[in-house]
């Protein structure tokens, strides 16, 4: 496991330190491992749904507009999850 030293504001860190003293987490690294785990995981959705946007684009036809198709596919998303 890579070390890292970063910085945080005054709200930020009070915030880390509430977390783990409400023992939700058990170390201040626990939590930013849980934030960047679940921003990746979100990475993937919007990559996915601009995806499927961009290849209905392409296509130059559909019969959804965008937001139907934003619908469609968060609901596709939330199936594989």
């Known amino acids: 496991m890579n070390r890292q030293s970063i910085s945080f504001t005054e709200p930020n860190d009070e915030w880390l330190k509430q977390m783990v003293s409400s023992q939700e987490y058990s170390s201040k690294s626990e939590i930013i491992n849980d934030l960047v785990r679940q921003a990746r995981k979100q990475q993937v959705q919007i990559d ?22 934003l619908a469609e596919s968060k609901a596709r998303l939330n199936d594989r999850i």
């Not at 995806?51 to 139907?68: I, S, W």
């Open 48 to 69: 996915w749904i601009n995806n499927k946007l961009e290849k209905a684009e392409q296509n130059g036809f559909t019969k959804l507009d965008k937001d139907e198709i």
